[in-house]
């Protein structure tokens, strides 16, 4: 690992959101149509004016028809077409309060990690034409698993980081996917299993980012750790990404940001 560069001067952003204009998962999928317009949102805070999305937007994805996605923090999620806003939530059949991830996979269906489990927006229509969430319940993986991170690799695999560790779906199965941790730590403040966050790099490797274990590499075959001792500033690793020179950015719980030259 070459020598990291650090910035202790960049401090995590909340985002206020303004609107200008081998085992087979089982699923229950719930037409939007038949629980409520798709054109009417769900609930829209009293307390927010009309040009707020939400107090609290975790995270954004723009997909591949350029519609807008907004992970709230407590409303489901809230998404803009382009001429109005709509939020999913339990009312519609979406199994989230909380949103703490959002990937596009394939055939453009938008995934969704959520506090009560992993989602699935599929754009084909169901026989009366609605559009479908499908909410994956199986109890071996999602039965009480609060999610915290999702990411569509590019061979089309689905992951998704829980409190219960990592899930890895191939299009057909569900499947458990274990990190190499060390040893236990005896720190109240480290949860084994929790992965803040999943990525993959230009050369297909994927990332993982850990609650005080640091980050590790899977390259199809073999792990690489990164901790404090190969440079890292903290062992808690919120995100990863590799910017278009090839360096690997870790952003960090407590200390800053760390780049890994290429």
Known sequence: ?????????????????????????????????DNQSTNEPLFIPDAHSDSQIADYVRNILQDKNENLWFGTNSYGVAYYDGDSV????????????????ITEGPEKNIWFATDQGVVKYDWSSNNDGGKRFTNYTDK???????????????????????VG?????NGTNWASFELPYPEEVTDEFITKRITWSI??????????????????KYDGQSFTQYSKKDGLTD???????EDRNGNIWFGTRHRGVVDMMA
């Not at 560790?165 to 779906?169: A, E, N, P, S, W």
């Not at 990525?199 to 590790?216: H, I, K, L, Q, V």
Request: glycine residues 10%.
């Open 1 to 33: 690992m070459k020598k990291p560069y650090l910035y202790t001067h960049i401090c995590p952003l909340i985002f206020i959101v303004a609107f200008i204009t081998s085992c087979s998962g089982q699923e229950k999928s719930n037409s939007s149509k």
């Open 165 to 169: 560790g990592i899930f890895r779906f």
């Open 140 to 162: 071996q993986y999602f039965e009480g698993q609060r999610f915290w991170s999702i990411f569509a690799d590019s061979k089309s695999n689905i992951w998704a980081g829980s």
């Open 199 to 216: 990525s993959e790099d230009r050369a297909g490797n994927m990332w993982f980012g850990t609650n005080g274990y640091g980050a590790f």
């Open 86 to 101: 709509s939020y999913f939530s339990n009312a519609q059949g979406f199994d989230g309060q909380q949103i703490t991830g």
């Open 235 to 241: 062992n808690s690793v919120d995100n990863i990404m």
